[in-house]
Each structure stands twice: as C-alpha cells, then as structure tokens.
C-alpha cells in the first residue's frame, strides 16, 4: 500500500512570511494528491488538491506543486495570517479501489504575530 | 443540507463496553468511510463501504464492525472497547470513490475509554 512521509511536524514562521510543508510518497501510480486543513477541535477540510496532469495548482495564497519523477509534492502558503495556524495534512490514494487515502502525520503550522 | 453528521461528540465507555458510533450524511454519497486520528499519527482508515450492503476493511479494522444497510447510514460498532481505542473518530463520504473524489468529513467523536 501507499507510504506518506510528510515534513516538518511543526512549523513556526512569521506573519506575512512563506511556509512550505513537504510529503513524499511511495506508489508511483498514485495520481491524486489534496491537502487537508484541520483547526483544533474541528473536522479536516479539504483546502486544494492536484492531479498528476498538472506540475502546479494555485488558489490565492496557496499553491501545491507535484514532482511525480522524485515522487513528492508540497504546500505553499505565502503572506500567512494568523488564521493560517492549524495542523495540514497531505494525502495520497491508499491504493487500487476504493482504500480511501493514506495521510501524512500532519505539519503543527504556527503563525508568529 | 446537514452534510455529514456524527453523534454523540464525546463519549467515556469502561473497559469491555459496547457501543455505536453514528454517521449520517443526506449528500446522496455512495461512498462512505471511518477514520481514527490519533495524536502523531494523521488518520487510519478503519472501515470502508461503496454502498448499501457493501463494507471493506481499511488499514485499522481489529475491534470494529460496520453495516450499510441504508445510502445514508454508516454506524460504527465497537463490541468490547479497549483502552488502545481511545481517539477521535472521524466519518467521511464523497460521491464516489475513484482518485480525486473530494472526502467530506464529519465533525469526529472523541473516545475515551478507561
């Protein structure tokens, strides 16, 4: 089954700075990665995703890239704000079927005022 | 238009306690799926169903059972709670579930059990 590695677990920068956050994968056939924002005490939503037909995808101040041949694909968040701070997940397909998705172990990011 | 719905929000079960977990979603999704989250750890598939009358196991599925006998419902079932199944457990659905079907997500239940 699939393996996600996601970095780092936590994650401080400054307000109005970038953030980046990491994951790797291991299924070459995986095609479909989303990102998952969870506030604390709430439910994970779904923030952006990307298909493997496309290198980049961007919606405001966030963005995914995929590097299908290095197998990893990233979270970009620029000009953070201090509703920014939450825990994000990666995911990738768990497999063939219907194996819903393995997450990564999720990135704490913080906003610093 | 409730989306996904999971009750009770909070439980506190004694070792060897039974109970169910409740999800609802009135989406019409076919597919539907239970996850625990626990600290560290990201989320584990636990079960899964493609539709009415139609259940899998995921990654976690030792200790629990699961039925689909209505679109709409998706209970989880455990028989004899154990300590190691304190965690948050979250419900999802989406249309289907082919690569790139958006996951819905419930608002959890957290576990604790003593």
């Known amino acids: 089954g699939e393996n996600v590695e996601q970095h780092p677990s936590t994650l401080s920068v400054q307000e109005g700075d970038s953030a980046v956050i990491k994951c790797t994968y291991s299924?070459?056939?995986?095609?479909?990665f989303p990102w998952y924002k969870q506030e604390l005490g709430k439910r994970p939503q779904l923030i952006i995703d990307i298909r493997s037909n496309v290198g980049e995808k961007k919606d405001q101040r966030i963005a995914v890239t995929l590097n299908k041949t290095a197998k990893h694909f990233s979270l970009h968040i620029t000009e953070t704000q201090p509703e920014d701070s939450a825990v994000y997940f990666c995911?990738?397909?768990?497999?063939?079927?219907?194996?819903?998705?393995?997450f990564g172990k999720g990135t704490h990011l913080i906003i610093q005022p | 238009n409730a989306g996904v719905t999971q009750t009770p929000k909070f439980q506190v079960l004694k070792t060897g306690q039974s109970m169910t977990l409740q999800c609802a979603q009135d989406?019409?999704?076919?597919?539907m799926s239970w996850y625990r989250q626990d600290p560290g750890m990201g989320l584990r598939l636990i079960h899964y169903?493609?539709?009415?009358?139609i259940t899998d196991q995921g990654e976690v599925p030792n200790g629990y059972n699961v039925s689909r006998s209505t679109t709409e419902d998706f209970p989880l079932r455990l028989l004899s709670a154990a300590p190691s199944q304190t965690s948050v457990y979250f419900c999802?659905?989406?249309?289907?579930w082919g690569e790139g079907e958006t996951q819905y997500f419930g608002p959890g239940t957290r576990l604790l059990v003593l």
């Open positions: 995911a990738a397909p768990s497999g063939g079927g219907a194996d819903g998705l393995t």
């Open positions: 299924d070459s056939a995986s095609n479909y």
């Open positions: 999802a659905s989406s249309y289907g």
């Open positions: 169903s493609v539709g009415a009358g």
């Open positions: 989406m019409n999704h076919e597919y």
